[in-house]
């Protein structure tokens, strides 16, 4: 299940973990953020208990945004240790997700 990521819940649940974090930054009116949504609650079930899938509405959650640099959407950050480690930016198919997961569960 995608979890939903916020301003004030990020550092306790995505940052603070050993595990692979998988973060969509998206926004309601951004269409390749609806096209890519699919792919991301995808993930999260085939990852689930291996990596942390979440997003971040960026209108609601401007800290965040600012934080990481978020110009364009969506912008998906990979981010282990509390580092972010990969970016991905803009809809792009699930494959190529798959292979940065698996790249950085190792």
Known sequence: MVAEFTDSNFAGTAQQTEKLTVVDFWAEWCGPC??????????????????NVGKVNVDYNPELSVKYGITSMPSILFIKNGQVVDKQIGAVPKTMLEKKIQAHLQ
């Open 34 to 51: 609806r096209a890519i949504s699919p792919v991301i609650e995808a993930l999260s079930v085939e990852y689930e208990g291996q990596v």
